[in-house]
């Protein structure tokens, strides 16, 4: 198992386009978090699942935002109407249980312009 | 919500010195994470506690429940070692990890 991986690793994309990114988490993990970081600050929770069951999502998480983990392996984040407030690194995070080390990939930087 | 404060926010020291980096929350937890990230974007778990004191080769985590405040240590600081460093804890009514802004360290040789 390679760890925990992101695609893209960057995303530039016109204002109002749609864009999705994938994560694929660390086999038989069992949770799978998104995160969003924007420059010089650390990163904020945005929704978490636990299989396939998406548990938590934080308030930073509009209408615009959508995520899935259809099978409960790979999970995908979607945004619509892509706003350039969207600018942010994407991470994703796995871990076994809720209380074990979660392991994070690269992130997806997307950049709206 | 738990709020975490890190500090310093940036640190500037010369290879060999002994390095301390503070970070301190406002709600009970579950459990504490250091986390390291390097420029574009990597975030590497470096400790997970609950309680007491981990090492980890020139790195050293500790947690004092009591005073919500836990330190990460690094013992004879090495250029390499220059890298973001985020306190992240989990609890508080949210299962989600709650990151602290970072503390950004550069080693100078």
């Not at chain 1, 069992?30 to 924007?38: F, G, H």
């Not at chain 1, 995520?67 to 945004?79: C, V």
């Not at chain 2, 013992?75 to 990890?97: E, Q």
């Amino acid at each position: 198992d390679t760890g925990v991986s992101q695609d893209p690793r960057h995303k530039i994309t016109k204002r109002g386009q749609n864009v999705t990114f994938r994560c694929d988490p660390i086999s038989e993990h069992n949770r799978l978090y998104w995160y969003r970081q924007t420059l010089g600050q650390g990163p904020e929770f945005l929704t978490y699942f636990q299989n396939e069951a998406q548990l938590e999502k934080s308030r930073l998480l509009s209408d615009r935002f959508s995520a899935e983990r259809p099978k409960g392996s790979f999970s995908t984040l979607e945004i619509q109407r892509t706003e350039q407030g969207d600018s942010a690194m994407y991470l994703c995070a796995s871990s076994l249980t809720l209380d074990t080390e979660a392991f994070f990939g690269q992130g997806t930087r997307l950049t709206v312009v | 919500k738990n709020e975490v404060e890190q500090s310093p926010q940036n640190l500037t020291a010369q290879e060999g010195e002994f390095i301390t980096i503070n970070c301190s929350y406002s709600v009970g937890i579950s459990a504490l994470h250091w986390l390291q990230q390097h420029p574009g974007g990597g975030i590497v778990s470096l400790f997970m506690l609950s309680s007491g004191k981990k090492k980890h080769g020139r790195l050293i985590a500790t947690i004092n429940i009591q005073e919500k405040h836990s330190s990460l240590h690094i013992t004879a600081s090495h250029p390499r070692d220059s890298a973001v460093y985020i306190c992240a804890v989990r609890g508080g009514g949210a299962d989600g990890l709650t990151f602290g802004k970072g503390t950004h360290l550069i080693i100078q040789p």
